[in-house]
């Protein structure tokens, strides 16, 4: 749960090609459209990956993308192999033209920067977000909403679409309930910091839980978590966790502790 507090991954774009004396570039047609965050692969951000990727197209004297070679990998085979897929599936161009006007083959580059979900260093600051799923039949997804409180008042949609799915809830094996209402409520309590979540996530956090799970970690002066305690009601007493996101260094705070409680519960329809 905790990656959907950042799973709204920006894709910043920027498209520029070059030809020959006498000839005019190609032009591309909507390329805003042509990446989006919701086109973000599962396993890249499963994995945290990020960066920036430059790929020379091949276009045809239609202005249909023929080829796609990468000209600097984005250090993620899948976003690469992404980018790639994206400019050939989506690419329009108006074609480059010769010293006669003709329509030619010719080449473009395009820039992708894929910024991973965990890439920025927030600060440690207290938040709460409730996740509703309206589930049907073996678990499918009939509806989605979200409801965030901060208190500097941002607001995170984690009901993102990927090729019409909701994307952020494959691990989550809803295909075990029937239909009802599923909630996910998260919220992140900072030692030494006021924060009173908005009604809606509070009441969501009072349902009878079908799942609980409370983290307590330690941040240190360079925004790293340096230890991470876990109870949840499917184990037995503290366990060691993980916690892979990094925050703004304090080096003024050499240690500061969070709370990190999760709560899912179902209520089957009647």
């Known amino acids: 749960m905790r990656r959907f507090l950042r799973m709204g991954a920006a894709v910043a774009t920027l498209c520029c090609g070059g030809g020959a004396s006498g000839q005019t570039d190609p032009v591309p047609i909507d390329p805003a459209s042509w990446v989006t965050p919701d086109d973000y692969p599962i396993e890249a951000l499963n994995a945290n990956e990020g960066g920036t990727l430059v790929m020379t197209m091949q276009v045809d004297a239609r202005g249909a993308v023929t080829g796609c070679t990468i000209a600097q990998s984005s250090g993620s085979a899948a976003l690469d192999a992404t980018g790639c897929r994206l400019m050939r599936e989506r690419g329009r161009f108006t074609p480059a033209t010769d010293a006669k006007g003709q329509p030619i083959a010719s080449s473009a580059q395009r820039r992708i920067k894929w910024n991973a979900p965990n890439?920025?260093?927030?600060?440690?600051?207290?938040?709460?977000?409730v996740?509703?799923?309206?589930l049907g039949k073996d678990g499918t997804i009939l509806d989605c909403s979200t409801t965030s409180s901060?208190?500097?008042g941002d607001s995170v949609q984690a009901c993102l679409k990927k090729n019409g799915r909701y994307a952020g809830f494959v691990e989550l094996n809803l295909s075990r309930f029937g239909p009802g209402i599923l909630t996910l409520a998260n919220m992140?309590?900072?030692?030494?910091t006021s924060f009173t979540p908005g009604p809606t996530v509070?009441?969501?956090m009072e349902i009878p839980p079908?799942?609980?799970q409370v983290d307590r970690v330690t941040v240190d002066a360079n925004g790293k978590v340096a230890s991470c305690e876990r109870r949840s009601s499917s184990g037995e007493g503290v366990e060691a966790c993980s916690?892979?996101?990094?925050?703004e260094p304090k080096p003024d705070q050499p240690v500061r502790r969070?709370?990190?409680t999760y709560n899912m519960a179902f209520q089957p329809a009647r």
């Open 202 to 204: 509070r009441a969501a």
């Open 210 to 212: 079908y799942f609980s």
């Open 243 to 247: 916690f892979p996101v990094t925050y």
């Open 150 to 152: 901060a208190p500097n």
């Open 188 to 192: 992140l309590e900072v030692e030494g």
């Open 119 to 129: 890439s920025s260093r927030g600060s440690l600051d207290p938040f709460a977000m």
């Open 131 to 134: 996740v509703r799923l309206t």
């Open 258 to 260: 969070a709370t990190m």
